[in-house]
Structure formats: structure tokens, C-alpha cells
């Protein structure tokens, strides 16, 4: 069965479902013929933005509420057959300033989902939305999922307590899950009003406004990039096939490069901004990881999943898009 014919008319849940990865999700599935019900706290600076669905308004249900509140969580995942769980505190910086709260979203909130599936939907099947962030600062490239777990900052402690949590709900209550380690996403309906939740999403802004992007170091940090279709279609394999339960994947780009390479080329398709390399921050030098790429394959035999939006051309489409739309994201 094909993901297109498996969910036409399927009862989906997505959690986070007004930001990046999940309104791009809705937007797919809608497409698709699924039952969308979109879940989302509209915590200001966390990236839901109503605008994300502009187009399929009619076609999703949006319920406003936080994953936390257990009682509402026990009523929204009765009768979805497939949740795709992309709720959570993403900004590796706040994680740090914060730690308590990133606990609360990204571990306490997960158990509250888990729980509402164990005694109100156990046939439920859930994707959870992990990080290349739990590995820390890789042993040897490419990172395979057998690297050890060794987080350099809270928020990537708490993504990894998310992600077991997925697997024993999976091993000992049947509430069949898997986690998806993502890399570097990138593209339209990402988060621009602030530097906190990843760079690549800033630098595009700061191109789109002609102003320079401060490159840390000497830019020679490699990194793989994931384009959100691609991104999205990953959750969706990962949704309609058991060949993935109680596991962990990467999902990463093909594509590895240097952040002077990517900034260049960022520049050069905007044909505005300009770059310079600048000390490194404290801050962020602390819970740096130096280069990182995953290795896919496992994802890609079991799925058959193959990233198919070339850097050049996920820049370029992102680019026409905000565009137009800057108003909504900044």
C-alpha cells in the first residue's frame, strides 16, 4: 500500500501542528485525503503561527491546547489511528536559561501523551520528532543510530528521555512508536522572529532583509540539511509502516556542507546580504558539536524513504516563498 493510499480518509492527529514540521505535515496530508486534527499551544516564540495553514484552514480541525494538560490529552487522541508527535521546546539556548520548563514540555508532556494512548487509544501508532542533538559531539562521521546518546545541553537530555519514553510505551504497553532523529530541516513555515531555534532559518531572514550574516569561526563546521517536504514525507513512511517499531532512525541530507559553503550559496541564490566570519560566543561554544552528518540507510531500507530536494533547490523555494509572506513570520 502506497502512503498515498494509506491515508486517504485515516483519523490523524498532529501534536505541534501549527509549526514548522507539523503545519507542512497538515498540509501533505491534507492532500493526502486524511482526517487532520491539529494540536497546538500557540506559546508565543515557540513557532505555531495560524498563517501555516493559510489555504487548508477548512479542511483541518486546529484545538488550542497545551500536550501537557493530561484531561484534554485523554479526550484528543481517542479514535486517531496515526499521531504524529512534533510538540515540544526546540531552542537549545532557552533549554539552558531555562531548564525546567524544557523538562515540562519536552519530558512531562511526553509521558501525558503516551499515558492518554495506553488507557484511551493503545492502537494508536506514534512518530515522535527526536534530534541529531542527543548524540553530542560525534565520535566519527557519519553518525549511525549505534553512536552513544551523550547530549552537550538540556534540551538534547530531554529530547533523548522523550524518545525512550516512545520505545518502552512501544515494548511493554503495545502503543506502537518510533522516533525519527532529524537533522538540519529547513524550509517555508519555519520560525524567523528570533536566532533561538536553529541558524539556517535566521540566516535566510537576515539574506531576505539584506543585512549580514555573522558566520561563526572560520565556517568550516560541516552539516547535513533535510528540505521539510522531505522531512515530511519521513513521517509519513515512518506513519504507515510497523517495519519501524521500537526504533530509532536518522533522517538526514545527503548533501554535507560547510556553513562558509551554505552561507555563499544562501547569498548568492537571494542575491542579497553578504557574510563575515566572527568569533565564536561563549554561550554557544559550549554546547557546540563541531561537524555533523547522519547516516540515513537504515531509515531508507526499511522505508524505502530518499531525500529528493537538492540544498540549491530547497534554498531557492524557500526563498519564494517567505517573500511574499514576510509579514506573517517576522
Known amino acids: 500500500m502506497t502512503t498515498h493510499d494509506f ?35 500557540l506559546i508565543p516564540d515557540y513557532g505555531g503561527n495560524l ?16 500536550v501537557r ?31 525546567h520548563t524544557d523538562l515540562e514540555i519536552n519530558c512531562r508532556s511526553q509521558l501525558t501523551l503516551l499515558e492518554a494512548c495506553r488507557h484511551y487509544n493503545p492502537s494508536a501508532k506514534v512518530v515522535y520528532a527526536s534530534t541529531r542533538q542527543i548524540y553530542g559531539r560525534p565520535d566519527a562521521l557519519p553518525v549511525t543510530e549505534r553512536h552513544l546518546v551523550r547530549p552537550t545541553d538540556v534540551n538534547g537530555i530531554n529530547k533523548a528521555a522523550g524518545e525512550y519514553y516512545h520505545l518502552v510505551y512501544n515494548n511493554v504497553f503495545g502503543v506502537r512508536a518510533c522516533a525519527l532523529r532529524l537533522t538540519n530541516i529547513y524550509g517555508p513555515r519555519q520560525l524567523l522572529k528570533h536566532n533561538r531555534q536553529g541558524f539556517i532559518g535566521w540566516f535566510i531572514r537576515l539574506v531576505l532583509e539584506d543585512q549580514e550574516i555573522q558566520v561563526f569561526g572560520d565556517g568550516s563546521q560541516i552539516r547535513d540539511f533535510v528540505y521539510v517536504d522531505d522531512a515530511a514525507e519521513a513521517f509519513l513512511l515512518a506513519g504507515a509502516t510497523d517495519a519501524v517499531n521500537g526504533e530509532v532512525f536518522n533522517v538526514g541530507g545527503d548533501e554535507h556542507v ?59 523555494r524557500t526563498l519564494d516563498y517567505y517573500r511574499p509572506r514576510m509579514a506573517h513570520y517576522v
Open 7 to 41: 491515508y486517504r480518509g485515516r483519523r490523524v492527529m498532529i501534536t505541534g501542528g501549527l509549526g514548522f514540521i507539523g503545519s507542512n505535515l497538515a498540509h501533505r496530508l491534507t492532500d493526502l485525503g486524511a482526517d487532520v486534527l491539529l494540536v497546538d499551544s
Open 258 to 316: 560547510a556553513h562558509r559553503d551554505l552561507v555563499e550559496l544562501l547569498v548568492r541564490t537571494a542575491m542579497s546580504g553578504r557574510y563575515r566570519f566572527v568569533e565564536w560566543p561563549a554561550e554557544k561554544k559550549v554546547i557546540d558539536i563541531g561537524s555533523f552528518y547522519a547516516d540515513s540507510s537504515l531509515f531508507k531500507s526499511r522505508t524505502g524513504w530518499q531525500p529528493k530536494v537538492s540544498l540549491a533547490d530547497g534554498l531557492r
Open 51 to 66: 498563517h501555516n495553514i493559510a489555504g487548508i484552514e477548512d479542511r483541518v480541525r486546529v484545538n488550542v491546547a497545551d
Open 69 to 99: 494538560q493530561a484531561s484534554t490529552m485523554n479526550y484528543l487522541v481517542q479514535g486517531r489511528d496515526v499521531i504524529f508527535n512534533l510538540a515540544g521546546q526546540v531552542s537549545h539556548i532557552d533549554s539552558m536559561r531555562d531548564p
